[in-house]
Nanobody, 125 residues
Framework: QVQLVESGGDLVQAGGSLGLSCEGF???????MAWFRQAPGKERTFVAA???????FYADSVKGRFSITRENARNTLFLQMSSLKPEDTAVYFC????????????????????WGQGTQVTVSS
């Protein structure tokens, strides 16, 4: 059973940077790993995804500011966030599934069957 654990959430000022990590994958990391976020009172939305083959996809709202990486040897997923804005405030979740997706489908949270408990990111203005 895969139990994902996120870390790195914090309170940061607008314009600042923050890095998130996700661990708990089994010996072989799933094919597709992703980050989603959920702001208070809103639906969980896609942030970024990466496939084992190295493809990366981002939500338009974070392109150029966030970077998703994976370290297969350590079965760890990262999200480096910069130029943070108050609207980035949310609980950030890592997710994964055994399979591949495209730029269009990776954002569909129904594909993902492994989820972490989330880590809070708060950006103050």
């Amino acid at each position: 059973q895969v139990q994902l654990v996120e870390s790195g959430g914090d309170l940061v000022q607008a314009g600042g940077s923050l890095g998130l990590s996700c661990e708990g994958f089994e010996r072989t990391a799933p094919s597709t790993m992703a980050w989603f976020r959920q702001a208070p009172g809103k639906e969980r939305t896609f942030v970024a995804a990466t496939t084992r083959g190295g493809s990366k996809f981002y939500a338009d709202s974070v392109k150029g500011r966030f970077s998703i990486t994976r370290e297969n040897a350590r079965n760890t997923l990262f999200l480096q966030m910069s130029s943070l804005k108050p609207e980035d405030t949310a609980v950030y979740f890592c997710a994964a599934f055994v399979g591949y997706c495209s730029a269009r489908s990776c954002s569909d949270r129904r594909l993902y069957n492994y989820w972490g408990q989330g880590t809070q990111v708060t950006v103050s203005s």
